[in-house]
Nanobody, 120 residues
Framework: QVQLVESGGGLVQAGGSLRLSCAAS????????MGWYRQAPGKQRELVAV???????NYADSVKGRFTISRNNAKNTVYLQMNSLKPEDTAVYYC??????????????WGKGTLVTVSS
């Protein structure tokens, strides 16, 4: 079992910044891609950014140039630096991670989410 715990959410004014962290713990053998998703009230969960174990990144068009995803493989942690925040960025942000076990099977784990609220 792998647990993911997000932190760093909160209330910020438009134009401000926040840095989210997501730490993986438990019986970790090999973490692959890690990502951030968000879900705004009344909307479906959407991809924000993803990073592979080798550092390749991909972003939703809506956050390109404003958000940066990074990871520390030694700490099993993924980060999301969010700059120039907009009210439409308000959502619960979830991290996920693809974990490959010692026997080769892969499972995607999810955190419980952290709320980001951007006021206008």
């Amino acid at each position: 079992q792998v647990q993911l715990v997000e932190s760093g959410g909160g209330l910020v004014q438009a134009g401000g910044s926040l840095r989210l962290s997501c730490a993986a713990s438990g019986s970790i053998f090999s973490l692959g891609a890690m990502g951030w998703y968000r879900q705004a009230p009344g909307k479906q969960r959407e991809l924000v950014a993803v990073i592979t174990s080798g550092g390749t990144t991909n972003y939703a068009d809506s956050v390109k140039g404003r958000f940066t995803i990074s990871r520390n493989n030694a700490k099993n942690t993924v980060y999301l630096q969010m700059n120039s925040l907009k009210p439409e960025d308000t959502a619960v942000y979830y991290c996920n991670a693809e974990h490959t076990g010692v026997l080769g099977g892969s499972i995607v784990y999810w955190g419980k989410g952290t709320l980001v609220t951007v006021s206008s």
